[in-house]
């Protein structure tokens, strides 16, 4: 399944939106994606259910199953998504 250009730059804008980052970066200036931002799980979650929304809305996800479509998401959230804040992880003791 292919996403089109103008789809890929909708979710990158949502992701950076969460953020408070400007979309497109800044001319000449990169994200660092692993230093850019983060997010809580919450917040990830919040945006795995929007991103369901929005594929589930688009002609190439609309006659596929929502499992099949939560799969895609979830890689999508995996590849693209920001580190989860450091206050989220478990404490070992």
Avoid: H
């Avoid at 804008?13 to 919450?42: F, H, I, S």
């Avoid at 998504?81 to 989220?88: K, L, T, V």
């Amino acid at each position: 399944m292919k996403l089109t250009k103008k789809q890929f730059a909708k979710i990158e804008e949502e992701l950076c939106r969460r953020v408070n980052l400007p979309y497109p970066p800044p001319e000449g200036k990169p994200y660092d994606v692993t230093q850019a931002a983060t997010w809580t799980e919450a917040e990830e979650a919040d945006f795995k259910a929007w991103l369901m929304k929005y594929l589930l809305a688009t002609p190439a996800f609309k006659r596929m199953s929502k499992g099949y479509v939560e799969n895609w998401a979830g890689w999508i959230v995996f590849d693209l998504g920001w580190r989860i804040s450091d206050g989220e992880f478990c404490q070992k003791k």
